[in-house]
Each structure stands twice: as structure tokens, then as C-alpha cells.
């Protein structure tokens, strides 16, 4: 069992940054995968940026790409994603995600790889 626990959500204006945590509570090895994904109402979870842990590949879907960073502190056992230039189609529950045991076939940006999802975190921007 894996728990994730997203912090870091807020409103903010158009064009502003905010960062996102999740904290997981085992220590995230090589063989994990790893993803941020959002949902708005009437819009389907979106896989936002993820990350393979074997060889540290990242994938970031086409409407953040240049804007949203994905960053892990293994230590800390805590997944970032910074975002930058948000913008109101941001406007989103922010989740984090994490598969143990993922291998570099799977689809880090696709909801059904992942077993263990964080409680989500409110993003709101506004213009």
C-alpha cells in the first residue's frame, strides 16, 4: 500500500506559478512509475506530466509542455510539479499517482497504469 498526500493547490491570477507537492509514504525506487494528472468537471482525467523512474524519462502532455516541470527528491520521498505561466484552462484538481513495479513499456500519462492515487489538490486560476 502506497499513500500519497498532495499539498500545495490555490487560487491564483493568470500567468502566475505555483508549486505542487505529494509525499509518498514508501521510498520511491527505480522501478516505479510516477504522473500528475487533473480533472475538471465535464473533462476527462488528463495525464499532465509523468515520469519513469528506471531511466528518469519524462513525458508532459502538449498543453503544459514548456510550463510544467516534474521533479522528484527520492529522500524527502516527495514528487514536485512546478508551474509556471498558468493560465485559466489550468483551472483543475491536480493529482499525483504512483505504480511500483512499472516498466519502461507502460504509459506514464495514461490513468490506468497507476494503482495508488494522492486526494487531490484544488488549482483555480483566474484571469
Known amino acids: 500500500q502506497v499513500n500519497l498526500v498532495e499539498a500545495g493547490g490555490g487560487s491564483v491570477q493568470a500567468g502566475s506559478s505555483l508549486t505542487l507537492r505529494c509525499v509518498t509514504s514508501?521510498?520511491?525506487?527505480?522501478?516505479?512509475?510516477l504522473g500528475w494528472f487533473r480533472e475538471s468537471p465535464g473533462k476527462e482525467r488528463e495525464g499532465v506530466a509523468g515520469v519513469y523512474g528506471g531511466d528518469g524519462s519524462q513525458n508532459y502532455g502538449d498543453s503544459v509542455k514548456g510550463r510544467f516541470t516534474f521533479s522528484l527528491d527520492s529522500a524527502k520521498r516527495t514528487l514536485y510539479l512546478q508551474m509556471n505561466s498558468l493560465n485559466p484552462e489550468d483551472t483543475a484538481t491536480y493529482y499525483c499517482?504512483?505504480?511500483?513495479?512499472?516498466?519502461?513499456?507502460?504509459?506514464?500519462?495514461?490513468?490506468?497504469?497507476?494503482?495508488?492515487w494522492g486526494q487531490g489538490t484544488q488549482v483555480s486560476v483566474s484571469s
Open positions: 514508501e521510498y520511491i525506487a527505480s522501478r516505479y512509475c
Open positions: 499517482a504512483a505504480q511500483p513495479f512499472c516498466g519502461n513499456n507502460m504509459d506514464v500519462r495514461n490513468a490506468r497504469t497507476y494503482k495508488y
